[in-house]
């Protein structure tokens, strides 16, 4: 059945005190400003200064006395005014542009009275420009003197703002706690404060510096950083906020330490702004609503039937379940936030219409619990909610038919017989006992039990599930309940044996939802980084045997339908490809026998590499970190090898060293290959450290160097004593003196020279004894057949 929406009128202004000012003022002026306080009581009309008096008015609906306030023609209006969320009483608080506040609330006595008054600008010749108001804060943006710090010329005024922050809590039944001021930003443009529930977004104006008009700040108290974004041009930077290091609050710095930023842009071009839960809503001259998430990113959400035609004419903006209600002029229109489509467009009898944003959490009467879930519509005629009927007959199911539901499928997963089991069966058949035992339970016949109390934690979770997603099917799509209906539906699935139709449930809802459903596997698995670019887990054995199994009974699941840790893999490749080679060495350490990385089936890398795609067309970095974390000989070597065609000298042998203690072997067998490298060319001279390391300690210098010589380029001519221009150095003594220096360091054999060679890497530490000299005689000549027949003078060379 097809949704409908509806205005549903919540009051005629007749229950509120003032009722005949709060009707002339909405009717009266278009550019009046209404607010509403946070449990929906109060309303706050304020008009802009200069217009005539009252320029306040606070109605309140039920008992309790209005606030009325009006100011002379020479005496300055408030700038703004906005209700405090304090719980215990309401508040408001008054801003004037010379920089003075008010704090207003109500005490034991009836009526309003004055709590507090302050100045906000400390400098001289300082004005207020905007101001808001998120919980527990003040934040304004104040417009200081350009000569005060020695500037001059347009450039100078257009960069003479600050925006600055101060604490605003209750103390007591009666007093206000004002904390210390603290700059936010300075040295920044004009900017419009506008504040949602968890962020405050700081949007140009008409008169910000055009260079940086399309530039907005997204600031999260409860994080400590600041989003800078710009929507035209795709791009968004968080910085996190640290006073104490250094001075990262100067806007203009703030902005050079963030590339692309600063490109030549048209400024903004907005009509309305209107903050929501989601982010921050714009309506541009050509009809075009677009949503500025807290992260920074920009997309489209619909355009409207009608633009505005100027910036004079009234326009409102608000979400509520995944809809964008748009008022402009006396038109409301209705679009779908997630495929922009026009669901619904109605024609008012006013055009003087303000969008309400719903009371806040926590702070609802009984009358705001009933109609939930929609926005509130402000004009003279009256309140009213604006939402979606749900169908007709939307029944939720009792615990007792849920029970016989489940337990339905429960036994067809068991069953061998053909024809199916349905929960009218059930009720009736006595070999069924449990799930009758349960409803009887369930239906007060038995007394509440420890088998109650066990079971009530899980059918308040099957019961809260199916709420969930009868409120979908009514039309409330939002994000946050699909999240939420994604999470439980992994929970349950997990709990499950994962074959046939509950795998590809699974596979559905990765399709799906991909970050919610990985949001539900680091709860089960428990994951956590541990600080070294590793995953740790405290997940029982049990979960990581359901992860790591292939499949079910020996039975290959169907085209299409991937196992629990190739799904994992593939929705760690799109959302986070970094911890995927992490999360794969994790699993080979939790795995057992059978569990697929242990038994006769492929091992976890080579499953994780056939996610990616086949032999060819993989990402090499992914490709090249699974290989290496494998463990594998063949793997390691495999990786290894595409190192050195890469010519990653240092990485290759960064893999050897690492795996040198639980595998020599493969050490050896590494080392062989960067050395036949380092026999053909100087490419690795420059590490040669690293390779002297990675020699094997059990190495005679005999075998490497008969290694070497395996390895050496064969020789064509003659060698020359240098190397001719730009051909590649030949290989030195110099150079291998510290290999064979490396492969003596496990101390000289006491038996017998094994090599010629060896002599030359040990130093006896004193020379030899100098031979007598005297003449050689012609036996001793004979020995020695390169030496000439002629006495050789061995004699002194002066007496």
């Not at 409102?316 to 619904?344: I, K, N, P, R, Y």
């Not at 970094?578 to 089936?601: C, I, K, N, T």
Request: glycine residues 12%; charged residues 20%; hydrophobic residues 40%.
């Amino acid at each position: 059945m097809k949704r409908a929406g509806t205005l549903r009128l919540l009051s005629d202004l007749n229950n509120f005190s003032g009722a005949a000012r709060l009707r002339e003022l909405l009717a009266g002026d278009p550019a009046v400003r209404v607010r509403c306080s946070p449990d929906g009581r109060h309303l706050l009309l304020l008009r802009p200064p200069g217009a005539p008096g009252p320029q306040l008015l606070v109605a309140v609906r039920g008992p309790g006395a209005e606030l009325e306030r009006a100011w002379p023609a020479g005496q300055p209006s408030p700038l703004d005014a906005f209700f405090l969320p304090w719980p215990a009483r309401p508040a408001l608080v008054l801003v004037w542009e010379s920089g003075l506040a008010e704090v207003w609330g109500t005490g034991v006595g009836p009526g309003w009275r004055l709590l507090q008054s302050t100045e906000l600008c400390t400098g001289g010749g300082a004005r207020v420009v905007a101001v808001a108001a998120p919980r527990g804060r003040l934040v304004w943006c104040e417009e200081r003197q350009a000569g005060a710090e020695g500037r001059e010329g347009p450039p100078a005024v257009a960069f003479s703002h600050c925006v600055c922050v101060r604490t605003l809590e209750p103390s007591g039944e009666a007093g206000t706690n004002l904390g210390r001021t603290h700059i936010l930003l300075h040295n920044c443009p004009r900017f419009g404060l506008l504040t949602s529930r968890k962020d405050l977004f700081l949007v140009p104006t008409a008169t910000t510096w055009p260079g940086v008009g399309h530039i907005l700040l997204i600031w999260s108290p409860s994080k400590g950083k600041v989003v800078v974004a710009a929507p035209c041009l795709g791009l968004s930077h968080s910085k996190s906020l640290n006073p104490g290091g250094g001075d990262p609050w100067d806007f203009r710095t703030l902005l050079r330490g963030l590339p692309g930023l600063l490109s030549p842009r048209q400024p903004l071009t907005v009509h309305t702004w209107a903050p929501t839960p989601q982010g921050l809503l714009w309506l541009d001259f050509r009809g075009t609503v677009s949503l500025v998430q807290p992260h920074g990113g920009t997309r489209a959400v619909g355009t409207l039937q009608e633009a505005p035609a100027s910036l004079a004419g009234s326009a409102a903006l608000g979400a509520f379940h995944g809809t964008l209600a748009c008022v402009l002029g006396s038109t409301l229109e209705l679009l779908d936030m997630g495929s922009g489509q026009l669901l619904e467009r109605k024609v008012l009898s006013t055009d003087r219409v303000h969008l309400l944003e719903p009371p806040a959490p926590g702070m609802e009467n009984e009358e705001e619990l009933e109609t939930r879930g929609g926005l509130r519509l402000l004009s003279a005629v009256g309140l009213f909610r604006v939402g979606w009927e749900a169908p007709q007959g939307l029944e939720l199911p009792s615990a007792e038919d849920l029970v016989f539901e489940e337990a339905c499928e429960y036994y067809q997963r068991r069953s061998l017989r053909g024809a199916r089991l349905t929960p009218e069966e059930l009720r009736h058949n006595s070999t069924f006992r449990a799930p009758q035992a349960l409803a009887s339970i369930l239906q007060g016949h038995v007394s509440p039990s420890t088998l109650l109390t066990t079971l009530r934690a899980e059918l308040r979770d099957y019961r809260g599930l199916e709420q969930l997603k009868a409120q979908l099917v009514a039309g409330d799509d939002e994000e946050a309940g699909w999240t939420e209906l994604a999470e439980h539906e992994v929970a349950r699935l997990l709990r499950t044996e994962l074959m046939g139709d509950q795998l590809a449930q699974l596979n559905t809802v990765f399709q799906a939802l991909p970050t919610a459903a990985w949001g539900a596997i680091l709860r089960a698995l428990q994951l956590q980084p541990d600080g070294n670019g590793r995953l740790r887990s405290q997940a029982p054995p049990d979960v990581w045997k359901k992860v790591l199994g292939v499949t079910t009974g020996g039975k290959e699941p169907p085209s299409g339908i991937l196992p629990l840790f190739e799904l994992l893999c593939r929705c760690l490749c799109r959302l986070e490809p970094r911890w995927l080679p992490p999360f794969v060495e994790l699993a080979q350490q939790q795995g057992g026998p059978g569990w697929g990385s242990g038994g006769p089936g492929l091992p976890l890398y080579r499953r994780a590499l056939e996610v990616l795609g086949e032999e060819g067309t993989r990402p090499e970095a992914l490709e090249l970190d699974l290989l290496l974390g494998s463990g594998r000989p063949k793997a390691v070597l495999q990786a290894v090898g595409q190192l050195v065609q890469k010519e990653e000298w240092e990485r290759a042998l960064e893999a050897g060293l690492a795996l040198s203690s639980s595998s020599p072997l493969l050490r050896s067998e590494i080392f062989k290959l960067l050395l036949a490298e380092f026999a053909r060319h100087r490419r690795l001279d420059a590490h040669l450290p690293l390779l002297c390391r990675l020699c094997p300690p059990d190495l005679a210098p005999t075998e490497l160097l008969l290694l070497l010589r395996t390895h050496l380029p064969d020789e064509l001519e003659p060698p020359a004593p240098f190397p001719e221009p730009g051909a590649e150095p030949p290989l030195t003594v110099g150079l291998l003196r510290a290999l064979l220096e490396q492969t003596g360091t496990q101390g000289r054999p006491s038996g017998p020279v094994l090599s010629q060679y060896e002599d030359i890497l040990w130093d006896p530490g004193t020379p030899p004894p100098t031979p007598p000299r005297g003449p050689m005689s012609a036996l001793q000549a004979s020995d020695h057949p390169g030496l000439g027949m002629g006495t050789i003078w061995t004699g002194p060379l002066c007496d």
